[in-house]
């Protein structure tokens, strides 16, 4: 509908104030920093980071935990999106060589993942599941390819320092969940920050999504088994001692509210929160 929408927007007559409108600019301004961009480009690189982080989540508990764990059905989609990327590079060469756009064949290599993710949400359960899963990977490692493709052959002014900035925070991100760091919030700056260096460095900063989204841990700490261990151990809480917060039952009603959050991985977690 909105696609429609946009089209006929488009091809109108107030084609102007509706492309005009995505240009309006949008940011912040602390002393001598600014932060400033159009509103097209804070989607494009801001919301679409988000979007690509929710998919990098689902495509992560499909390697770790579902269809995806079988490297038959992997190299398949890899195999797709090889495809996917090689195919429209070598047709775009044939209809444009020795032409003056000849050197654009890096720009048709990506899907249109959001568009792709929007068709499957419209026919929702009519289709199978390994269908989804199939187009979620293929189009997820074809549009990784296409990213490296136009930074590495069309970025000609990588900002190295910046990059490396950008590791260093995927490092410290790392180091965070091997180190058994739970808190939501520390991720949330660490990933800004991997987001700010990458963004600065000239690359495409909605691939920061698909990184982080694939370092999410997928499997739970708690099992199903020691939660039930825990919660028999709960006790309601005496009368009258509302107001105690170091009793034996109120510890252990802290304990097992830890233990039934955990017994449900970061990955799904964080899909519960973004699905909305």
Not at 28 to 37: H, I
Not at 61 to 79: F, T
Request: hydrophobic fraction near 55%.
């Amino acid at each position: 509908m909105f696609t429609i929408a946009a089209l006929i927007l488009s091809n109108s007559p107030w084609a102007h104030l509706f492309l005009d409108a995505w240009e309006t600019r949008v940011g912040f301004q602390a002393g001598s920093l600014e932060y400033v961009r159009s509103l097209k480009d804070w989607i494009n690189d801001g919301l679409m980071t988000l979007f690509f982080f929710l998919v990098a989540l689902e495509l992560k508990r499909e390697l770790v935990l579902g269809e995806l764990n079988n490297p038959r059905m992997a190299a398949l989609s890899i195999a797709g999106a090889l495809g996917g990327i090689l195919a429209p590079a070598a047709l775009y060469l044939m209809l444009q060589w020795d032409q003056p756009g000849q050197h654009g064949w890096g720009t048709v290599m990506a899907t249109d993942t959001a568009f792709v993710i929007g068709c499957l949400a419209l026919l929702g359960s009519r289709i199978p599941k390994s269908l989804r899963v199939f187009m979620l990977s293929l189009a997820i490692v074809d549009d990784i390819g296409a990213i490296l493709v136009v930074a590495i052959g069309y970025s000609s002014h990588i900002a190295w320092g910046a990059l490396a900035l950008g590791a260093l925070g995927v490092a410290i991100v790392r180091a965070m969940a091997l180190l058994g760091f739970r808190g939501v919030p520390l991720y949330f700056l660490a990933g800004g920050f991997v987001w700010l260096a990458v963004d600065a460095s000239g690359i495409h900063a909605t691939v920061t999504g698909v990184i982080l989204g694939l370092m999410t841990p997928a499997r739970r700490w708690v099992s199903d088994e020691r939660l039930y261990a825990i919660l028999d151990q709960v006790v309601a809480h005496p009368a009258g001692h509302g107001g105690s917060g170091g009793t034996k039952d109120r510890k252990t009603l802290q304990m097992a509210e830890v233990a039934a959050r955990e017994t449900l991985s970061p990955v799904e977690r964080l899909e519960i929160v973004l699905h909305p």
